[in-house]
């Protein structure tokens, strides 16, 4: 499933998080690639250590804490700590499929990596290029989000970032393990979920809104491993 989250953070927190990782000690973005995609990686990155990328996470966490849409699509188990990435002056991210497990240095929390997802942190009118690419059966699709809105993809998808040939790309970005491993299972969740909620929104919760919740339910609790 790939999904658009509008409007994640509203826009005190994005100026926030902008202030914050604007003028912080920006290094290579090969630091957490794999032997594959540091070859076609090209970017900047916040070190995960980094004083003001740690409250950044925090006000970005917290947004993915409160949104309702979020929880629904990805059902998370765990969420690698958000990054932060810049792109400018050509910069670009060739093709790759990201890392099956990552390991998190500071806490050495180990997380399969189920879904990606791409913070957009700076207008797209701002620069140039650095779409993000996503390839699946359907074709290949270019995304690039107003500032605050977030994109979220299958971890299995090939994707790249194309170069940024004008202005600066910021972005934060991170994986999360899911409590539905398998994308079709999860998406099928995802839109049962949604049409209860249009039901309830027309009819109320009457017995069919309430025998269908239990299937979601019943559904959760069969493919789930929490
Ligand atoms: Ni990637």
Redesign the pocket.
Known sequence: MLLAIPDLLDADELARVRSLVETAGWADGRATAGTQ?AQVKRNLQLPELDVAAREAQGIVLAALDRSALFFSAALPRRIYPPLFNRYEGGMH?GS???NAIRTHAASGQRIRTDL?ATLFLAEPESYDGGELVIDDTYGSHAVKLPAGHLVLYP?TSL???EPVTRGSRLAC?FWLESLVRDDGERTLLFDLDAGVGRLRQAHGDGEIAVALTGIYHNLLRRWAVA
């Open positions: 995609s991210f790759h499929v990201d990606s971890a994707h790249r970032v970005f």
